[in-house]
């Protein structure tokens, strides 16, 4: 059998009373069918029966039979797009919305199914997908799928979903580090199932169900990620049929808020705090700076060892000495990424926020001296944390040769760490304009030179 089914309970269908291995099993049996004709026919199968609850289907196994019109098939084109193509009605539904990071400092990029329109045209919404993430993907990321809403839409077909990852370039599978999938449905597990010989084995450990909002929270910030408010409903809806939740008790706790209560409070703490550099980002930028580290490929870029960074970050916030020369520069370089994107405020400040995120909007030659205004209003001890941060990223830059981090691959990687939203969430536009800022600050470290400024 290619699929199986087991049932916790009496389950009925509208065709004729029939167990459920009969009816999924049975389009299996038409040989006049293609392969993709039975899956389809399958698939409305399980679209009809709505009102099942105690049954669980599972794809036990898929002989190549039945994707041999893919893999025998040549190579779709690849995805592109035009620049010139209006795509606004789509951007203003925000179905690829904000940014946050996962534990590991990646950046995270949301899309939500119930944003997309009803009756869509989902080759448009591929190629306006592949123009918002086109320059994120060239570096490291992560992707958030919230699944809730996609029952309501028109499904595409399964030839699509195949050649429609088939036609992704390589970098947008290559660089994928985690793919969280929010309230998964079987039939969703179903698909990706029966898509697995079309994946690599590397591709599939990367996916992570989570079946409640709590569950993502442990992999990523919550606090500043674009959730839709149906999301947040119907996670709501499950936790209460669950039992497990309190009426007007809703909260998430995710970033610094988990940090749990000490003296020290160093990752998720303020720089408010002190008068000086906080020690953990010299000890990084100490560490780093060593040339067998400095030029390190993927410097900032690559991950670090979740088991090692967690370690480290409760040894900081116990008062524990920590000796970073026992760690791959990979992770120290994560250290201070998370140590920045967990401080209660940003390094650039709230008030920062406005102005960088619309960076791009403003002429070029004015830009210098809107730095320089930027420069001014931080506080004294976030401008030399910065200054410290910034003359150490340039002198990646020059070794850039070895580590292949230029100062665009650096910003992509650093910027949303330095800035955010006191209150609002930052979209990916915003990302892009906060790197750019991000970009020119470390091509342009003069600024933060003593002679150049008043300090």
């Known amino acids: 059998a290619v699929v199986s089914t087991q049932s916790t309970g009496d389950w009925t269908h509208q065709s004729g009373g029939k167990s459920p291995a009969e009816i999924v099993l049975l389009p299996y049996g038409n040989e006049s069918l293609s392969n993709f004709e039975q899956l389809e026919r399958q698939w409305v199968l399980m679209e009809g029966d709505r009102d099942r609850t105690q049954s669980t289907v599972s794809v036990a196994a898929l002989t190549t039979q039945h994707l041999a019109e893919i893999l025998s098939a040549p190579q779709p084109p690849a995805i592109t797009y035009t620049e010139e193509e209006d795509f606004s009605d789509l951007e203003k539904c925000q179905i690829i919305g904000s940014s946050s990071a996962d534990n590991t400092g990646v950046l995270c990029v949301s899309v939500a199914a119930c944003r997309i329109p009803t009756a869509g045209d989902y080759d448009r919404l591929l190629r306006c997908g592949v123009r918002q993430l086109d320059k994120i993907c060239e570096n490291d990321y992560s992707l958030v799928y919230f699944h809730h809403g996609y029952e309501q839409l028109k499904k595409p077909s399964w030839r699509w979903l195949a050649n429609c990852y088939r036609s992704f370039d390589r970098k947008f599978k290559k660089n994928i580090k985690k793919f969280y999938i929010v309230h ?272």
């Open 184 to 455: 998964p449905n079987t039939k969703l597990k179903m698909v990706f199932r029966i898509l697995k010989p079309l994946v690599s084995v590397q591709s599939s450990n990367k996916i992570i169900y989570c079946d409640s909002l709590s569950e993502l929270g442990r992999h990523v910030m919550l606090n500043r990620l674009d959730i839709p408010k149906e999301v947040l409903m119907h996670d709501k809806r499950n936790l209460h049929s669950a039992g497990a939740l309190q009426q007007d008790n809703f909260t998430f706790t995710t970033g610094a808020s988990a940090v749990p209560p000490n003296i020290y409070r160093v990752f998720g703490g303020s720089l408010s705090d002190t008068d000086e550099i906080p020690p953990v980002i010299l000890h990084c930028i100490q560490q780093l700076t060593l040339p067998c580290n400095i030029r390190e490929e993927g410097l900032f870029r690559r991950n670090g060892n979740v088991t090692e960074l967690k370690m480290i970050r409760e040894q900081y916030n116990t008062g524990i000495p920590v000796d970073l020369s026992e760690y791959c520069p990979h992770t120290v370089a994560a250290v201070l990424k998370t140590y920045l994107r967990e401080l209660s405020e940003p390094l650039l400040g709230f008030e920062s926020y406005p102005t960088l995120s619309h960076w791009n909007d403003f002429p070029v030659e004015v830009r210098t001296s809107l730095c320089k205004k930027v420069l001014d209003n931080i506080p004294s001890v976030n401008y030399c944390c910065l200054r410290q941060i910034v003359l150490f990223l340039n002198k990646v830059v020059s070794e850039s040769a070895a580590n292949k981090m230029t100062s665009q691959n650096l910003s992509i990687v650093m910027g949303p760490n330095l800035t955010w939203g006191r209150h609002t969430i930052t979209t990916l536009s915003d990302v892009n304009n906060i790197n750019m800022f991000c970009q020119f600050l470390i091509d342009n470290k003069r600024l933060l030179d003593r002679e150049n400024n008043t300090r």
